[in-house]
């Protein structure tokens, strides 16, 4: 049993006024003396600098003092602990100058431009893109097929096909670091990122794995300002049986983007993707949706609607009514032919 020290006990007295005089012992020892740190606008021919998974802050930045990145271990030190950005240093390679103060280390390597072999996974992103992504920072296709099929994913999806829960984030890995582990990353991200989410519900019938499906739709449909409303409008759809008619699930199909417009022939395509053809849900997500997409999948606005239309960039409309779709739609297409749609260089 653990002897408990009572509250006035001589000894707790003593433990703590030998803590108090280690606390003034280490103030007056950590001046600015004892962590010598380079002077701005002196720096040195850049190397690259490998942060390991797990690595510590002190690890970190005595990796820096050998690299002579930093004068000091202690400098660099006592910035990280007092900027929690620190946190979000990713490990992998980094591309850092030398002789440089510690404040501005910090900065470089909280710089994703300078993490060499960055995996980027923006909102929506497609499985596709995230290979092609991994195959740009030197993965073989073969070594990356391989991972996926082996790869455990949540909601009881059999291995093989990962699409949706590879979770939108910049993701840097030490070198070395295999296919499989990279997926696993990402989808542990997504596993935390979610886990104040229950997928177990159902949501107007459908399982875990369609509420995905459907947030992924959302995603690629909508402005998160509208994504409550888009979602009430795809399941107000599926309810009465009409044809979810997006066209991002047609260009998620053709493996093409940006398109404000969808060629009548695209829209005869036998696929259950097709979602002009196909009754209900596509088969898998089409996308990484993110956290907020997901929210609105479970507790959509509520409304009647089963029209939407973007009938201008930061405009989109929704409505019951198929005759004031109708008259939106042509607004959108005088605006189309009018160029606001165009991206801007």
């Not at 100058?97 to 431009?113: V, W």
């Amino acid at each position: 049993m653990r002897r408990l020290v009572k509250k006035n006990s001589p000894v707790l007295v003593a433990l703590i006024a030998v803590f108090a005089i280690t606390l003034v012992l280490r103030h007056f020892h950590s001046g600015p003396s004892a962590a010598p740190d380079f002077p701005q606008g002196a720096s040195g021919a850049p190397v690259i600098v490998t942060i390991g998974n797990g690595e510590s802050g002190s690890e970190i930045a005595q990796n820096l003092f050998s690299l002579k990145v930093v004068k000091s271990a202690d400098a660099f030190f006592r910035v990280a602990v007092a900027d929690p950005r620190s946190s979000r240093i990713a490990p992998g390679d980094h591309l850092l100058d030398t002789s440089i103060p510690a404040k501005e280390a910090l900065e470089q390597l909280l710089d994703k431009d300078r993490i060499q072999g960055l995996i980027e996974i923006p909102d929506g992103a497609r499985l596709a893109e995230v290979i092609t992504s991994m195959v740009s920072v030197g993965y073989s296709k073969t070594d990356i097929a391989k991972a996926m099929k082996s790869l455990a994913l949540p909601l009881n999806v059999k291995s093989g096909n990962p699409e949706g829960f590879l979770y939108p984030a910049h993701y840097s890995f030490a070198r070395g670091t295999s296919a499989e582990q990279v997926f696993e990353k990402m989808v542990n991200t997504f596993i935390d990122q979610t886990t104040s989410l229950d997928f177990s519900q159902s949501v107007e019938g459908f399982t875990g794995y369609q509420l995905l499906i459907i947030a992924s739709l959302i995603q690629a449909e909508a402005d998160p300002k509208d994504y409550g409303k888009v979602s009430r409008t795809i399941y107000n759809r599926l309810r009465i049986n009409m044809p979810l008619q997006l066209d991002t699930t047609v260009q998620y199909l053709l493996k093409r983007r940006g398109e404000i417009t969808l060629a009548l022939k695209d829209t005869k395509i036998k696929s259950a993707y097709n979602t002009y053809q196909h009754y209900g849900l596509p088969p898998g997500p089409i996308g990484s949706p993110t956290i907020a997409a997901m929210k609105a999948a479970l507790t959509p606005e509520a409304g009647d609607w089963l029209y939407f239309i973007t009938v201008a960039p930061g405009d989109t409309r929704f409505t019951k009514s198929h005759d004031e779709f109708l008259v939106w739609k042509r607004e959108y297409q005088k605006n189309v032919k009018a160029g606001l749609f165009k991206v801007k260089p």
